[in-house]
């Protein structure tokens, strides 16, 4: 007999993940409150259906794909606003996403976050303005005082650069050293 998840085991396996699936919800979003907001309506839907989890891998898939789902219904209904993506865009993102495995989410996070700090101030500067602060090419390149094609591809070399480099970190834990 299968024995289901309560509620406690629940939040034991989540809550590790909170960071890394409002981060996910807000590449998505690019709004906070939105972001936060879609993380809520995915933990209610756990907990409505918190009878159905055989075990913490199959919680982590579901949650992801029910979080996933919920910030493109919330796109979908911003018909006020210009939406991020289309449709076939967020189908194919979905079926990438969907391909994945969540397991090593908290790996690659991590991987991320020193990769982003082996990056030039320049670099950092111009991660932050496009994807924290959320503005366009164009802005970021106003604001940093270069041309859009300038902006444009040094986004370009830094993504090239940060897959590298999480792709070597996540290497080496594979192979038991530290990702640092």
């Not at 992801?64 to 910030?71: F, M």
């Amino acid at each position: 007999m299968i024995e289901f998840m309560d509620r406690t085991e629940i939040l034991k396996v989540l809550m590790p993940e909170r960071t890394t699936q409002i981060a996910l919800a807000w590449s998505i979003l690019r709004q906070s409150h939105l972001s936060e907001d879609a993380y809520q309506d995915m933990l209610a839907r756990v907990f409505e259906n918190d009878g159905i989890f055989e075990g913490p891998q199959h919680l982590r898939d579901w949650s992801w794909k029910v979080l996933r789902n919920r910030c493109y219904k919330l796109i979908r209904e911003r018909k006020y606003q210009v939406a991020l993506l289309d449709d076939s865009i967020l189908d194919l993102v979905d079926a990438e996403l969907e391909s994945r495995s969540t397991a090593d989410m908290p790996q690659r996070a991590d991987a991320l976050h020193d990769c982003l700090g082996e990056l030039s101030e320049k670099s950092r500067q111009t991660i932050r303005l496009r994807y924290f602060e959320g503005l366009r090419g164009n802005r970021v390149a106003e604001k940093l005082g270069r041309k859009p094609d300038a902006v444009y591809k040094a986004l370009q070399r830094i993504y090239v650069t940060l897959a590298q480099c999480i792709q070597k970190k996540l290497a080496a834990l594979d192979t038991g050293d530290s990702i640092s």
